[in-house]
């Protein structure tokens, strides 16, 4: 695609970097075929290639409206289209750049200013989120609709314990923001496995939100100083050499740790450290693929149960198609005896996208009716997943039970241990 950057960003680095990511797409197309909200819509300008010719079109200094932000605003950004792209069009990171700009070039209306002003001041902040879930829950029979399905009805607050540090292999955990109120097992679980594996997961009480809400919510700079906050916590393990890897349970930070090296790239205080963060950041399932071995000597055990429990695996977009990991959970899954159901049209986003769910609410349910109607197509008696985001929205459209794969994995070794 050829461009003629405006003057007032082509000389920039996030013009240099747009100009290159325009260059690569060459218009065929096939990202429409895998775009969530063109298959809703039928709007190209709903899709990533016309979605790319609105970015272009402002970024060569044509006037940028209303209208381009809500096509914008309507990306899921579950990056499917990349996945897909044969020419490696870095489709999200120019929707960051593009929204970063028009942000400060259209204005919104009040409410909805306020309302991401509020998501990105109380998701990250575990002191403002915890309480307000709890009163929410406590009113939420008076609440509108479209606010309750915000608010879960009930949360899952049974705690396993948290094995104490006493292996020499350790690893760091980012707790997170939302994950320790909305379902605070997922970690100790994690940990469980892991020390079973001899080794310990250790966590810093100085790290927080990994940077993702606030920097998808156009506010880079607020995104970027918790990512260094983050780096600041996790450095002196990584300096002493006290930890070999950084596990994520959520795959939504996962991705975003994993970028911390690109993000921050020009940062002359912070580039080093982030690119050593993001190479030794894994997915909770990267980790236990590694120690297959010493997995499969544990779950070689008898089964607790002839018959094998049927497992839907939602693979989240950020885990599929973020950090291109597929398969790994699922083949961990099955070695432990688990029967995992047919999904069709798996690459498919659930909906829930960080605050997707919240800021685009009829978009969103459409895609969580379908997605449900697709996990449980095969009679799967549990859905599981590897994203905090993916689970709540999941729960809030079935009455199944909705878990993270490796609650379901831990629980198996504690049965077949005892």
């Known amino acids: 695609m050829q461009t003629r950057l405006a003057d007032f960003i082509k000389n920039s680095p996030q013009g240099k970097n747009a100009d290159a990511i325009l ?32 970015m272009k079109q402002m970024l060569e200094g044509q006037p940028v409206t209303q209208k381009t932000q809500l096509h914008l605003d309507r990306c899921l950004t579950c990056r499917a ?49 915890k309480p307000l879930i709890k009163i929410g829950q406590l009113f939420r029979p008076l609440l509108p609709h479209s606010l309750k399905k915000s608010v879960p009805s009930k949360l899952n607050n049974a705690v396993r314990e948290w094995p104490a540090p006493r292996h020499k292999r350790k690893m760091m955990v980012l707790d997170g923001c939302v994950q320790p109120t909305l379902s605070p097992n997922i ?28 920097f998808h919510l156009n506010a880079q700079e607020e995104g970027m100083k918790a990512m260094r906050r983050n780096i600041d916590a ?6 002493h050499n006290e930890i070999e890897a950084i596990a994520m349970t959520a795959s939504g930070c996962g991705v975003t740790v994993k970028d911390y090296g690109h993000i921050l790239r020009h940062d002359p205080v912070y580039a080093e ?29 008898p089964r607790v149960s ?38 069709p049209d798996a690459h498919l986003c659930c909906g829930s996208a960080g605050t997707y769910s919240i800021l685009q609410p009829e978009l969103s349910q459409q895609l969580l009716k379908n997605k449900v109607t697709a ?15 993916c689970l709540m929205h999941l729960q809030d459209g079935t009455a199944l039970p909705v878990r993270h794969w490796v609650e379901v994995l831990e629980e198996h070794l504690h049965r077949a241990s005892v």
């Open 23 to 54: 260059r690569s797409c060459v218009h065929c197309g096939f990202c429409l075929a895998t775009c969530p909200t063109y298959q809703l819509l039928g709007d190209e300008l709903d899709s990533p290639r016309g979605r790319i010719y609105l």
């Open 234 to 239: 996790w450095w002196p393990f990584i300096e």
């Open 81 to 129: 289209c990349e996945t897909t792209c044969p020419s490696g069009v870095r489709y999200a990171e120019l929707v960051d750049i593009s929204r970063d700009l028009i942000e400060k070039q259209v204005d919104r209306p009040a409410g909805k200013k306020g309302l991401r002003y509020l998501l990105r001041k109380i998701l990250p902040n575990p002191l403002l989120f």
């Open 187 to 214: 970690n100790p679980a994690a940990a469980r496995v892991l020390d079973a594996l001899d080794i310990s997961l250790i966590k810093s009480a100085q790290a927080g939100c990994c940077g993702a809400i606030a």
């Open 306 to 343: 002839s018959d094998p429990v049927k497992l839907a695996f939602h693979s989240p977009c950020t885990l599929q198609h973020g950090q291109q990991i597929r398969g790994q959970a699922e083949q961990i899954l099955q070695t432990a005896g688990f029967a995992l159901t047919i999904v």
């Open 375 to 389: 996990l449980e197509s095969d009679g799967p008696q549990q859905i599981v997943t590897a994203n905090i985001g």
């Open 273 to 301: 450290k982030a690119a050593r963060i993001s190479a030794m950041t894994k997915d909770i399932s990267e980790i236990l693929v590694n120690e297959q071995a010493k997995l499969e000597q544990l779950l070689c055990k």
